[in-house]
């Protein structure tokens, strides 16, 4: 993969680079050394507080070629890992747009979500997802957490996106 800017602890705390792109990003995410494997990027976003408003996290993933799998693989994987107040399953809100010349898939799901290794669902949750296909790789940004915490932080996450920026000068991957 092309050596492409990337995002550390003691980076421009207004800006997340990762993939040759580059975001704003809320000066209250706070960088952390990703927790589990496929983890690019990984923030945690400070919540309301209260029983309901605890911290999120924001994490992003970088994969080159086709590396990740298809589009739609990753969004019926997400959409699986939440269910609806009886169990069932859930309706995403998907949306498509252009931003920097690219495209960009928007997800949004909301209800009892069950990560990767979680033991039980946890009621309550919101993810506000985004897939940019970039030139010969494409970027997963998830903001992942109680959906008080993560309402509050809608507008943020959508600023980043409209707000993304690519370096046109960066190697593309083969």
């Given at each position: 993969m092309p050596s492409w800017p990337l995002s550390s602890a003691t980076s421009d705390a207004a800006v997340i680079e990762v993939g040759g792109l580059s975001f704003p990003k809320p000066m209250t995410w706070q960088w952390q050394l990703p927790t589990m494997q496929f983890r690019t990027l990984q923030y945690s976003v400070p919540g309301p507080g209260g029983e309901d408003g605890g911290a999120a996290e924001f994490v992003v993933s970088l994969f080159a070629g086709g590396d990740?799998?298809?589009?739609?693989?990753?969004?019926?994987?997400?959409?699986?890992?939440?269910?609806?107040?009886?169990?069932?399953?859930?309706?995403?809100?998907?949306?498509e747009l252009t931003v920097a010349g690219m495209?960009?898939?928007?997800?949004?799901?909301?209800g009892a979500y069950q990560g990767m290794g979680a033991a039980a669902p946890?009621?309550?949750q919101m993810q506000l997802g985004a897939i940019v296909q970039a030139?010969?790789?494409?970027?997963?940004?998830?903001?992942?957490?109680?959906?008080?915490?993560?309402?509050?932080?809608?507008?943020?996450?959508?600023?980043?996106?409209?707000?993304?920026?690519?370096?046109?000068?960066?190697?593309?991957?083969?």
């Open positions: 990740g799998g298809p589009i739609d693989a990753n969004i019926e994987r997400w959409v699986r890992q939440f269910r609806s107040a009886d169990g069932g399953p859930i309706t995403p809100v998907r949306d495209t960009v898939t928007l997800i949004e799901l909301k946890r009621p309550g030139p010969g790789r494409n970027v997963f940004l998830r903001l992942n957490g109680p959906e008080r915490t993560v309402e509050m932080h809608r507008q943020d996450f959508r600023a980043m996106i409209d707000g993304m920026r690519a370096d046109l000068s960066a190697p593309v991957a083969p």
